[in-house]
């Protein structure tokens, strides 16, 4: 059973930094691409950032030069590093993966930016 689970997400003043991580288990977790997203109040989940297997990044225009998404693959977690966070920013943040055909979500952590 492929299980996530997010931790990390706290309320900080805009500027701030935060460091997201996601913990899974359940699954051969290098051989697999993990994803970062988030849904702020009232909106759809948006895509954050991604990592492949072999390590290359990918990330959403709005966080590119302030995210940075990491693996480590002896612990089996993912990890997104937030700096000069944005009220914008504000939102529940979820990791993915996909495995067997279908997408495992973890629970999402918080994370508040205020101005």
């Known amino acids: 059973q492929v299980h996530l689970v997010e931790s990390g997400g706290d309320s900080v003043q805009a500027g701030g930094s935060l460091r997201l991580a996601c913990a899974a288990s359940?699954?051969?977790?290098?051989?697999?691409?993990i994803s970062w997203y988030r849904q702020a109040p009232e909106k759809d989940r948006e895509y954050v950032a991604s990592?492949?297997?072999?390590?290359?990044?990918n990330y959403t225009d709005s966080v590119k030069g302030r995210f940075t998404i990491s693996r480590d693959n002896v612990w089996n977690r993912t990890y997104l590093q937030m700096n000069s966070l944005k009220p914008e920013d504000t939102a529940k943040y979820y990791c993915?993966?996909?495995?067997?055909?279908?997408?495992?979500w973890g629970k999402g952590t918080q994370v508040i930016v205020s101005s």
């Open positions: 359940g699954l051969n977790f290098r051989l697999f691409p």
């Open positions: 990592i492949t297997a072999a390590g290359s990044t």
């Open positions: 993915r993966v996909t495995y067997a055909s279908r997408n495992y």
